[in-house]
């Protein structure tokens, strides 16, 4: 199926003629998607955000190096040539 189909008019001009069949059916689609994207509110758990940034500080810009872990992952898993 084409999306836009142009045919000639009277004269020099041409007219687009639109698929609507598959444009509906696209829409449906997209609509029946729409359908399961639901928001969720979710509470911030308390000691939750304290926990991941203490687990996270070895990781952080002030303690490494900013090339630091590229380099220990060579260390580990070399280059292939």
Same mark, same amino acid.
């Given at each position: 199926?084409? &999306?836009?189909?142009?045919?000639? &008019?009277? #004269? &020099?001009?041409? =007219?687009?003629?639109?698929?609507? $069949?598959?444009?509906?059916?696209?829409?449906?689609?997209?609509? $029946? =998607?729409?359908?399961?994207?639901?928001?969720?509110?979710?509470?911030?758990?308390? #000691?939750?955000? #304290?926990?991941?940034?203490?687990?996270? $500080?070895?990781?952080? &810009? $002030?303690?490494?190096?900013?090339?630091? #872990?590229?380099?220990?992952?060579?260390?580990?898993?070399?280059?292939?040539?």
């Amino acid at each position: 199926m084409e &999306d836009m189909r142009s045919i000639p &008019d009277e #004269g &020099d001009e041409t =007219v687009l003629i639109i698929n609507f $069949e598959k444009y509906h059916k696209m829409a449906k689609v997209v609509l $029946e =998607v729409q359908r399961f994207q639901v928001l969720y509110k979710m509470a911030l758990a308390p #000691g939750l955000r #304290g926990w991941f940034e203490k687990e996270m $500080e070895p990781f952080s &810009d $002030e303690r490494i190096e900013h090339l630091a #872990g590229y380099r220990r992952s060579l260390e580990l898993e070399p280059e292939k040539e």
